[in-house]
């Protein structure tokens, strides 16, 4: 009998998108005034359910570095943060085709209804995190919220160039807006 060696996948199976639906409910509160949106929750953080799941990272050691404290752990930790710093989370994206996290294989986007979301809300500024969620937001929601974003570098795991104290030197400006003196022009 013929033992049958495994084949490698096919080139098409490599670069398979998957349909991803964005689970992860928002983060905000009626005095939130700095909105930080991502383009989509990657695997890991759709698993844990909530923002910036993968341990490699590095957004909730950068922001908690910002504001002079202890690593977050928990997500009621990171929610309570979120709350006494006026911060909220969300993403450009509710829908996607996705190869893992990778968003250059990003398809068939759909986007939050970002205006929807922070009509209630104090937010004066918007950030985004990379240049995928600059890309979408500039192109789905800008209109829609009437607010120019400003781009910060990703904190993710292939934005390995930047060390986390470039991160917080870049992430700095967010704390310039929580009293909403400032716009974002």
């Given at each position: 009998m013929a033992?049958k ?22 983060i905000?509160?009626p005095?939130s005034r700095v ?6 929750p990657?695997p890991?953080?759709?698993?844990i359910?909530f923002?910036f799941g993968?341990?490699q ?5 950068v922001?908690a ?5 202890k690593p977050?752990?928990?997500?009621p930790?990171k929610?309570?943060f ?8 969300c ?9 893992g996290a990778?968003d250059?294989s990003?398809?068939n986007?759909?986007?939050?209804n970002?205006?929807a ?12 995190l990379?240049?995928t969620?600059?890309k979408f937001y500039?192109?789905?929601?800008e209109q ?9 570098p990703?904190?993710?795991?292939a934005?390995a160039?930047m060390?986390?104290?470039d991160?917080v030197?870049?992430f700095s400006?967010i704390k310039?807006f929580?009293n909403?003196?400032?716009?974002i022009s």
């Amino acid at each position: 009998m013929a033992v049958k060696t495994p084949q490698p996948a096919s080139d098409a199976a490599k670069t398979a998108l998957t349909h991803v639906e964005n689970t992860l409910d928002p983060i905000i509160f009626p005095d939130s005034r700095v909105l930080l949106l991502g383009s989509m929750p990657s695997p890991k953080s759709r698993e844990i359910g909530f923002y910036f799941g993968n341990p490699q990272n590095r957004f909730w050691r950068v922001v908690a570095t910002l504001y002079g404290e202890k690593p977050l752990k928990s997500i009621p930790e990171k929610i309570d943060f979120c709350k006494r710093h006026h911060l909220a989370l969300c993403d450009v994206l509710k829908a996607c085709d996705i190869k893992g996290a990778s968003d250059a294989s990003i398809a068939n986007p759909i986007p939050h209804n970002i205006g929807a979301l922070i009509q209630d809300s104090s937010i004066c500024a918007i950030f985004t995190l990379g240049g995928t969620a600059t890309k979408f937001y500039k192109r789905y929601t800008e209109q829609q919220t009437g607010i120019s974003a400003r781009q910060l570098p990703s904190t993710s795991p292939a934005n390995a160039r930047m060390s986390v104290d470039d991160l917080v030197e870049e992430f700095s400006i967010i704390k310039k807006f929580s009293n909403c003196e400032l716009t974002i022009s």
